[in-house]
């Protein structure tokens, strides 16, 4: 399977403890997203990477959220000290951005986190 | 008012029936319109993707986008059981792809 895909599937944890998850996009894809979404809701934009480098930080983001793309390939999500209201799916898209072109976003199943 | 309204439902139809879900907008910016389909607990899947105005088929679906009235529909034609799932639209301007997007619509399609 050659699709976006994202680890843990689930994650319980107590309030306070900081949590890290992990996305693998579709490899030729150099552009790589990060939404959170609540029930009935659509996705929220969290942050997005071209390649390594992180071009945009949603202004709703707290400073104990932060986001990686080392090599422009992988990404991790860390929250940091979590509290009862991060608990949510987070969800990882990857798309291949061309000058000139429109581009589509393709979505992991994401990961579910719920803060007791 | 949110950039992006959508019904959330839930909406519910006989199989076979022809199922019609909206959304208006209020960016005139926006160019690239997509619906998405989410089934409980998983990820979007990519439905559709149209560019700036008129319409759009791939098999049972169709989408159109009318962008004097800051509108857009996704037609399912002969509804199935396994078309039951939330309908996310979702929308962009050219010139920052940062999608916006409708909260979703639930459909429920009844044997």
């Known amino acids: 399977d050659t699709g976006v895909s994202q680890d843990p599937r689930h994650k319980i944890t107590k309030r306070g403890q900081n949590v890290t998850f992990r996305c693998d996009p579709i490899s030729e894809h150099n552009r790589l997203y990060w939404y959170r979404q609540t029930l009935g809701q659509g996705p929220e934009f969290l942050t997005y990477f071209q390649n390594e480098a992180q071009l945009e930080k949603s202004r709703l983001l707290s400073d104990r959220f932060s986001a990686e793309r080392p090599k422009g390939s992988f990404s991790t999500l860390e929250i940091q000290r979590t509290e009862q209201g991060d608990s949510a799916m987070y969800l990882c898209?990857?798309?291949?951005?061309?000058?000139?072109?429109?581009?589509?976003?393709?979505f992991g199943p994401g990961t579910r986190l719920l803060v007791l | 008012q949110k950039e992006v309204e959508q019904d959330p439902g839930p909406l519910s139809v006989p199989e076979g029936a022809i199922v019609s879900l909206n959304c208006t907008y209020s960016?005139?910016?926006?160019?690239?319109f997509m619906w998405y389909r989410q089934y409980s607990r998983k990820g979007p899947e990519l439905l559709m993707y149209?560019?700036s105005s008129g319409n759009k088929e791939d098999g049972r679906f169709t989408a159109q986008v009318d962008k004097s009235s800051k509108y857009i529909s996704l037609f399912i034609r002969d509804s199935q059981p396994s078309d039951s799932a939330t309908y996310l639209c979702a929308m962009s301007a050219s010139s920052n792809y940062q999608l916006i997007w409708g909260a979703g619509t639930k459909l429920i399609i009844k044997p």
């Open positions: 149209t560019y």
């Open positions: 898209a990857s798309s291949l951005r061309l000058a000139g072109r429109g581009e589509t976003q393709y």
């Open positions: 960016n005139s910016a926006f160019q690239y």
